[in-house]
């Protein structure tokens, strides 16, 4: 009878040892331990949500119900030295008051180590905060500009130096006849304006001693749309005002507009100018004066708010958690 005990508890013991492999081997194929019963495979750990990019201005379409004679907008990425826009980005119109933000760095530049008077410190102030024609004009002269045509239908010499040292493709003199020589009638395309605010804001335009001067200059442009007066005017308005709280909170905002309404073809001619570390944006445009200077301002923030990246409200997409390995 022992031989077939033997056997019997063979029998038993290879039964039992079987059925306590099996959830041994399963747990090893589930990658996990049998305390993790059917359900406690090995997860991979969620990767944590990637915080969004902060928010800026960024190539876009751009749709604005404008009535006019001539509009158009560019756009600077500053990181990258891209510059997108209209279609018509490389047209022209005149400068008006946006280009004192370049006669103030001429200036300054020119200057190197040295002080400025008191008076030229004080008509540079003038001229970029308040918009000032006279203040502008003083520095103007102080610079080496001529208020006469130039020969061959060159550009004066300060122009002749923005075209030089940032690199303009477009910009020139003005061409109505009667107002030949003057700085305010200079030609420029919205993607030469983006151009210059980035030579300005790099340092280029008004040199290694200056730069930031002007550029805090250029964050205290004062005034509303509806403060103006013959020789000067407020300035803050148009693209700054379609920024969001969540670009203008990164940093400060650097402007100067230019506005006239002008006689000889009844035109506001409006040119818009902003730009931070990341952009620099340029809006131009003329249309008719009935339509008044707050008309342009909307234009100018109606194309930046168009411009925001990511636009506000948009949702935040966050990574899918990979399943469990096998």
């Known amino acids: 009878m022992r031989p077939r005990v033997t056997m019997v508890l ?10 306590m492999l099996v959830p041994a081997a399963y747990a090893k194929l589930s990658g996990g331990d049998s305390a993790g019963g059917l359900g406690g495979g090995e997860q ?23 009535k006019g004679e001539f509009f158009s907008w560019a756009l600077m990425d500053r990181e990258t030295g891209t510059v997108t826009g209209a279609k018509n980005m490389n047209q022209t119109s005149s400068t008006e008051s946006m280009l004192k933000a370049w006669i103030v760095a001429d200036y300054l530049r020119q200057l190197g180590d040295k002080q400025p008077s008191a008076d030229l410190k004080k008509a540079a102030i003038l001229a970029i905060r308040n918009s000032d024609d006279d203040g502008a004009n003083r520095v103007y002269r102080a610079a080496g500009g001529s208020y006469k045509p130039q020969p061959g239908g060159k550009p004066d010499p300060v122009v002749a130096r923005a075209i030089q040292i940032c690199g303009l493709t477009d910009t020139k003199p003005g061409d109505v006849l009667e107002y ?4 305010s009638f200079t030609l420029m395309s919205p993607r ?5 605010g980035d030579c ?4 280029r335009a008004a040199g290694p001693k200056w730069t930031k001067w002007l550029l805090s200059e250029m964050t205290k442009v004062a005034g509303s749309v509806s403060k103006q007066s013959a020789r000067s005017g407020g300035g803050r308005w148009g693209i700054i005002e379609g ?20 006689a000889y073809d009844g035109n506001w001619h409006v040119s818009c100018l902003a730009f931070t570390d990341r952009w620099s944006l340029a809006v131009m445009m003329r249309y008719p004066g ?7 301002a909307k234009m100018c923030a109606a194309v930046a708010t168009q411009l925001v990246t990511p636009q506000p409200g948009a949702a935040l997409k966050v990574p899918q958690q990979p399943a469990g390995k096998l």
């Open 290 to 296: 009935r339509s008044g200077l707050p008309y342009g």
């Open 192 to 196: 030469d304006a983006a151009r210059l």
């Open 180 to 183: 030949k020589g003057w700085w």
């Open 243 to 262: 920024l969001p709280a969540t670009i203008k909170s990164q940093g400060p905002v650097h402007m100067k507009n230019g506005w006239t309404q002008l």
């Open 10 to 19: 063979a029998i038993v013991a290879v039964l039992i040892g079987g059925v």
């Open 44 to 66: 991979v750990p969620a990767p944590a949500p990637t915080a969004p990019a902060p928010p800026t201005l960024a190539d876009a379409p751009v749709s604005v119900n404008f």
């Open 200 to 203: 300005i804001a790099d340092g």
